[in-house]
């Protein structure tokens, strides 16, 4: 299947400092990115859908100014949480689709481990 | 998008087939059915999705029944690698997402 990288793979940084995630389709080109936050032993959760070249669209309850999304290119899409706190600490996971319709499958990347001291 | 059912656990013998149901009786006619599953602190992985017709992969077969009500992917050789969590999804057109429940934890015990 298609490759989507995600980097990096975990990152601690303190509290009040922001920190930037990559996510990249290798061999295909995304139409559209997806990221989702998973917290300990509960399932994925929708954060935000942004297109090519598109400001982003963000789940209710989701804070947009604290969750800064680009999807500047059709390969790369970037997810900054910034001035992180502890409770911020989770499993991001961005996920990407070539193509709109409801048989494109939608690829997944392997996931960042956010720690916030 | 039409809201699934799985029960929230199952466990299978390494080498024997793994049946794993899901509920999907509202689903519409244009949904297709997915499935992925996620090995721990890992991201989810595809497995197969569908509409109507069965269908079949490397990885797995999906069964889905005449009236799309129900589906059940099958691992033919589950080994202690497939122990994850199963995620059965349905999904519409244009700009849907997918959206994830509890899914089914499968455990393959040797």
């Known amino acids: 299947g298609a490759v989507v990288s995600q980097h990096p793979s975990w990152v601690i940084c303190k509290s009040g400092t922001s920190v930037k995630i990559e996510c990249r389709s290798l061999?295909?080109?995304?139409?559209?990115m997806f990221w989702y936050r998973q917290f300990p032993k509960q399932s994925l959760m929708l954060m935000a859908t942004s297109n090519e070249g598109s400001k982003a669209t963000y789940e209710q309850g989701v804070e947009k100014d604290k969750f800064l999304i680009n999807h500047a290119s059709l390969t790369l899409s970037t997810l900054t949480v910034t001035s992180a706190h502890p409770e911020d600490s989770s499993f991001y996971i961005c996920?990407?689709?070539?193509?709109?319709?409801?048989?494109?499958?939608?690829?997944f990347g392997a996931g960042t481990r956010l720690s916030v001291l | 998008d039409a809201k699934t059912t799985q029960p929230p656990s199952m466990d299978c013998a390494e080498g024997r087939a793994a049946n794993l149901p899901c509920n999907h009786s509202t689903i519409s006619g244009n949904e297709y059915v997915y499935w992925y599953r996620q090995i721990h602190s890992q991201g989810p992985q595809y497995i197969i999705h569908g509409l109507k017709n069965n269908e079949t992969n490397e990885m797995a077969s999906l069964i889905i029944t005449e009236d799309r009500k129900s589906s059940t992917l099958i691992l033919p050789h589950a080994t202690l690698r497939d122990t994850a969590v199963y995620y059965c999804?349905?999904?519409?057109?244009?700009?849907?997402?997918?959206?994830f429940g509890k899914g089914i934890t499968l455990s393959v015990r040797p």
């Open positions: 999804i349905v999904r519409t057109g244009a700009n849907s997402k997918l959206t």
């Open positions: 061999d295909f080109q995304a139409t559209t």
């Open positions: 996920s990407a689709r070539e193509g709109k319709s409801a048989k494109n499958i939608q690829y």
